[in-house]
């Protein structure tokens, strides 16, 4: 029995890099989809990005079976049946299915995005293959990307830079604020971690504003004492998929108290384990193998158990870094560095939330309110 198109998981047998395809009803590889996908792999996309696209990629190709249509001749009108028929539960996306005017759409505004995003990346690189394949949603790379094709509706856009600006389909978003946790929520889930190893991560999240994965794919050299501060050094083809976002370097300065739970940490559970890996496996086998993302979910369940604290992630302890930082006056520019943001414009609108106390106070120092 044949089944539909579905993600396929990947690994390199050599490099143990993962990736990944999408396989069609008689179980070979979507070629338009598989060659799109390894371009990301060799310049360096990271897996969860590629997992991401790949579903939206299966999504597409799947609605182009059922209308009958190939990506290569598909028109911009034609194109927007499928965000139409995406957002649909998935038991109403088989044909003869009508939905009501009105029905709410089944996948978040977020997640349409990455979808348009998804499929304009893969438009863009399929027309710097082939002239004759239209970059539909449009480029943000100049004119070589789409070769001397000009999207549809290109005098719609307006002359600024971004890929929501240059998208001919617009997709509505309403940015949800970002959440941070009080201190004392956060002293609350120090204190019922039951390992030395669980405390410093969370010490160290919320001190340095790391991203987990960056945290992870610590090793003990990253870690200067001296000098008070955590190196996030690029590695690829770590073991336990531990990745630093965007590759990008840079040195985030910590106090005492991530080191003294470092030291703590080191002491008492570590002991003479023979590791590079800051957060290893100690309780369970493999022993001295490095954690993994999958460990810490099962940590943060726990912690919520314990806690009654339902909305604790590691990235909320990013948001709290973050918060604290903006709130105490260090400029912008300065927090985009050390949350290794690609710039300061995206600290600005993701951290947008602060209330009309924070303004009071800005306005109260500037001296233009008494």
């Not at 029995?1 to 050599?14: A, E, H, I, P, Y």
């Not at 060799?42 to 991401?52: D, E, F, L, M, Y």
């Not at 094709?149 to 997709?171: D, K, N």
């Not at 369970?284 to 099962?298: E, I, L, N, S």
Request: hydrophobic letters at 45%; charged letters at 20%; a positive charge.
């Amino acid at each position: 029995m044949l089944v539909g198109f579905r993600v396929q998981r990947l690994r390199d047998l050599d490099t143990s890099a993962v990736s990944f395809t999408v396989v069609g009803p008689g179980g070979l590889p979507v070629e338009s989809v598989e060659v799109f996908l390894a371009h990301l792999v060799a310049v360096g996309r990271s897996p969860n990005t590629i997992a991401g696209y790949a579903h939206d990629l299966r999504d597409f190709v799947e609605w182009l079976d059922q209308v009958g249509r190939g990506f290569r001749v598909l028109s911009l009108e034609e194109l927007t049946g499928f965000f139409s028929w995406v957002a649909r539960p998935v038991a109403a996306r088989v044909p003869g299915v009508f939905v009501l005017p009105g029905t709410p759409s089944a996948i978040a505004s977020a997640t349409l995005v990455r979808k348009r995003a998804a499929l304009a990346s893969f438009y863009r690189f399929h027309a710097r293959r082939d002239a004759s394949v239209p970059a539909l949603l449009g480029s943000s790379a100049g004119p070589r990307a789409t070769g001397e094709f000009v999207p549809m509706l290109v005098h719609t856009r307006r002359a600024r830079q971004g890929p929501e600006m240059v998208s001919p389909i617009r997709i509505a978003v309403s940015r949800k604020p970002a959440i941070a946790l009080s201190d004392a929520q956060v002293a609350r889930l120090v204190a019922v971690c039951a390992r030395r190893r669980d405390r410093f991560l969370l010490i160290l999240l919320d001190q340095t504003g790391l991203r987990l994965g960056e945290a992870l794919g610590l090793r003990h050299a990253d870690l200067r004492l001296r000098a008070g501060e955590v190196r996030v050094v690029p590695r690829e083809g770590n073991v336990n998929a531990a990745r630093v976002k965007g590759l990008k370097a840079r040195v985030v300065p910590a106090g005492a108290v991530v080191f003294d739970a470092y030291a703590d940490y080191m002491e008492v559970e570590y002991g003479v384990l023979d590791s590079d890996w800051v957060f290893v496996n100690l309780f369970r086998p493999p022993v001295g193998a490095p954690m993994t993302a999958g460990a810490v979910a099962k940590l943060v369940g726990r912690l919520r158990e314990r806690t009654g604290i339902a909305g604790f992630t590691p990235h909320v302890l990013r948001h709290g870094y973050a918060t604290r930082l903006l709130r105490a006056g260090v400029p912008v520019e300065v927090v985009a560095e050390l949350l290794g943001h690609a710039s300061a414009t995206t600290t600005s609108q993701t951290y947008s939330h602060l209330g009309v106390e924070d303004h009071r106070r800005a306005l109260q120092t500037a001296g233009v309110l008494a």
